[in-house]
């Protein structure tokens, strides 16, 4: 007999006792019902940099509620935690005199940044800029508009019609990316890409493709969205990716690691100008979410970003990659994968082969990746000590071996 949870991206049919059940971590490790730890090598889902159990955050979280656990932010409404973590988020972004909106997941600032620019467009009178051009291997959430946006074509099968007017470009193709522009540059509202392409493979920007990105957005007047939910917060080595590769976009979007996972949070970050189209006296943004500003969500965000600064973690997250990129190199020399991709703390390690399988083994034995078709897909906590490093390179050598 099933569970009454529905799991997301999982077999709706496997029963809940073969789920493995996570009941407390610490640092880069967390603990099933049984009592065994797993080195946490995905930072849960792309996101927890500070670690599991940090009392900071939850003391932090735990304070605000006493105070008041929620309210909205709506006119005429508004709260000192949000407010916090906005000028915190705009001051480590590309945009240090930005607007953020904020909302819970990264679904929804995926849906929101999609919005935006097609408001923009209708405001400054260009109505047929409907047109979103997508990258194949892209993962933009699953609400309607990130579904319709995203490149891996699995996920966007067997829910009906999408949304209308997105284009679909070979990921690292740019000349494919001009033609486009060639073809319908004056219909184009936004292209939307993650700096480094993360659930689809992790697949880091070819030279000059971001920029290429940028130059056409320029020449064409429309707009560019990082989809930064997993780049964001120093997973490529700078607190933005956008930093990391020298690009600034037009709309980032954030969520995962502003809080290290501790409560549900996201937001958009708009640059100075395009927040400026926005401020003209009168005009009313019609979007909102619930817990939009969410005090609880937004007092983890402040905590987070504080540890985060504290413990100097955004350069941290350089030594890890060293340390990940170092073991990856040693499989490759002993022929026990094909190769390997990444950049700062976020890296694939290409098999060649079905990756489930390989995962399952080096799970029974510990250590929590991800398998992302052919590869296997390592994101940890920025927290993550070098012994920990080497447990996962050993248990993945174990594995494939």
Same mark, same amino acid.
């Given at each position: 007999?099933?569970?009454?949870?529905?799991?997301?991206?999982?077999?709706?049919?496997?029963?809940?006792?073969?789920?493995?059940?996570?009941?407390?971590?610490?640092?880069?490790?967390?603990?099933?019902?049984?009592?065994?730890?797993?080195?946490?090598?995905?930072?849960?889902?792309?996101?927890?940099?500070?670690?599991?159990?940090? #009392?900071?955050?939850?003391?932090?979280?735990?304070?605000?509620?006493?105070?008041?656990?929620?309210?909205?932010?709506?006119?005429?409404?508004?709260?000192?935690?949000?407010?916090?973590?906005?000028?915190?988020?705009?001051?480590?972004?590309?945009?240090?005199?930005?607007?953020?909106?904020?909302?819970?997941?990264?679904?929804?600032?995926?849906?929101?940044?999609?919005?935006?620019?097609?408001?923009?467009?209708?405001?400054?009178?260009?109505?047929?800029?409907?047109?979103?051009?997508?990258?194949?291997?892209?993962?933009?959430?699953?609400?309607?508009?990130?579904?319709?946006?995203?490149?891996?074509?699995?996920?966007?099968?067997?829910?009906?019609?999408?949304?209308?007017?997105?284009?679909?470009?070979?990921?690292? !193709?740019?000349?494919?990316? #001009?033609?486009?522009?060639?073809?319908?540059?004056?219909?184009?509202?936004?292209?939307?890409?993650?700096?480094?392409?993360?659930?689809?493979?992790?697949?880091?920007?070819?030279?000059?493709?971001?920029?290429?990105?940028?130059?056409?957005?320029?020449?064409?007047?429309?707009?560019?969205?990082?989809?930064?939910?997993?780049?964001?917060?120093?997973?490529?080595?700078?607190?933005?990716?956008?930093?990391?590769?020298?690009?600034?976009?037009?709309?980032?979007?954030?969520?995962?690691?502003?809080?290290?996972?501790?409560?549900?949070?996201?937001?958009?970050?708009?640059?100075?100008?395009?927040?400026?189209?926005?401020?003209?006296?009168?005009?009313?943004?019609?979007?909102?979410?619930?817990?939009?500003?969410?005090?609880?969500?937004?007092?983890?965000?402040?905590?987070?970003?504080?540890?985060?600064?504290?413990?100097?973690?955004?350069?941290?997250?350089?030594?890890?990659?060293?340390?990940?990129?170092?073991?990856?190199?040693?499989?490759?020399?002993?022929?026990?994968?094909?190769?390997?991709?990444?950049?700062?703390?976020?890296?694939?390690?290409?098999?060649?082969? !079905?990756?489930?399988?390989?995962?399952?083994?080096?799970?029974?034995?510990?250590?929590?990746?991800?398998?992302?078709?052919?590869?296997?897909?390592?994101?940890?906590?920025?927290?993550?000590? !070098?012994?920990?490093?080497?447990?996962?390179?050993?248990?993945?050598?174990?594995?494939?071996?």
């Amino acid at each position: 007999m099933t569970n009454a949870l529905l799991h997301p991206f999982a077999p709706v049919a496997k029963p809940e006792s073969d789920f493995v059940k996570i009941v407390r971590g610490v640092g880069s490790l967390v603990y099933d019902d049984t009592g065994k730890d797993y080195v946490d090598g995905l930072g849960s889902l792309w996101y927890c940099q500070v670690g599991h159990g940090r #009392a900071e955050i939850i003391d932090a979280v735990a304070d605000q509620m006493r105070r008041i656990e929620a309210y909205n932010i709506f006119d005429p409404f508004t709260n000192e935690p949000a407010d916090r973590v906005a000028e915190m988020i705009v001051e480590r972004s590309p945009f240090p005199d930005g607007r953020v909106f904020l909302g819970c997941s990264g679904s929804e600032a995926v849906d929101t940044a999609i919005k935006i620019a097609r408001q923009a467009m209708q405001r400054r009178g260009q109505t047929e800029r409907q047109v979103v051009v997508r990258r194949t291997n892209g993962y933009h959430g699953t609400n309607f508009g990130g579904t319709s946006a995203q490149g891996i074509a699995p996920n966007r099968e067997g829910w009906g019609d999408l949304v209308p007017h997105f284009v679909e470009v070979p990921h690292d !193709d740019l000349e494919a990316m #001009a033609h486009v522009f060639a073809d319908q540059g004056d219909r184009i509202a936004a292209i939307i890409t993650e700096p480094v392409q993360g659930a689809g493979g992790v697949f880091p920007p070819v030279d000059g493709y971001l920029e290429g990105l940028r130059r056409l957005c320029d020449q064409h007047g429309a707009l560019l969205i990082f989809d930064e939910v997993i780049c964001g917060f120093g997973r490529t080595g700078e607190w933005f990716g956008a930093q990391t590769f020298g690009v600034t976009p037009d709309l980032i979007t954030f969520a995962k690691a502003v809080t290290s996972g501790y409560q549900p949070l996201s937001g958009v970050i708009l640059s100075r100008d395009l927040s400026a189209e926005f401020e003209e006296p009168g005009f009313l943004l019609r979007t909102g979410y619930t817990y939009s500003g969410h005090p609880a969500a937004c007092a983890a965000g402040v905590a987070n970003i504080e540890l985060m600064e504290a413990e100097d973690l955004v350069v941290r997250g350089r030594h890890v990659g060293e340390q990940v990129r170092d073991g990856l190199e040693a499989l490759v020399g002993d022929g026990l994968i094909e190769s390997w991709r990444g950049i700062g703390a976020v890296y694939a390690a290409e098999l060649g082969r !079905d990756s489930i399988p390989v995962r399952n083994e080096i799970l029974a034995n510990g250590v929590i990746i991800r398998p992302i078709g052919t590869c296997l897909a390592i994101c940890p906590p920025l927290v993550i000590t !070098d012994d920990e490093v080497g447990r996962i390179i050993d248990t993945m050598a174990a594995a494939l071996r």
